[in-house]
């Protein structure tokens, strides 16, 4: 399910599917795109029980930026960061990655980003979509079709 807003730049996308491991297993960033694309979906007013939460989560970017070839970056003794303070007196000490994803009655909110939700209409028809039990979701970027956010939701 894809819930889009037309003054919003992303959309929030859930995947929920009764063997979710199964699906995390053959899920490739292909066939998000697939399963997402507009040309591949149809318009309809949906019923949605999704549960309230909160998720936060923080990473630290140190050893993942050495390994990708920034180890200067975070040496006293060679980094070169005179492009930023004009000298050779900065160094990197530490680079951290914090993202939270809340989603309650008023909307998604990532980060600063916001994405209201919102129903789509088209049929009279309207299915009911009940986050009852684990479920993937994603933020994406409708331009761009790009990832912002992605997780789990284990607890309903």
Known sequence: ?????MANPNDF????????????????????????????????EVELSLPKFKLEDQYDLKSVLSSMGMPDA????????SGMSGNMDLVLSKV???SFVE????????????????MLRC???????????PFLFFIMHKQTRSILFFGRFSSP
């Open 1 to 5: 399910m894809r819930k889009t807003h």
């Open 74 to 81: 975070f040496d006293m003794n060679t980094s070169d960061l």
């Open 123 to 133: 049929a009279r028809i309207t299915t009911r979509f009940t986050c009852n039990h």
């Open 103 to 118: 989603v309650n009655e008023e909307g998604t909110e990532a980060a600063a980003a916001t994405a209201a939700v919102v």
């Open 13 to 44: 996308c859930l995947l929920l599917l009764n063997e979710i491991q199964k699906l995390e297993q053959s899920l490739t960033y292909e066939k998000f795109l697939e399963w997402t694309n507009p040309e591949n979906m149809h318009k309809s």
């Open 96 to 98: 951290v990655h914090k």
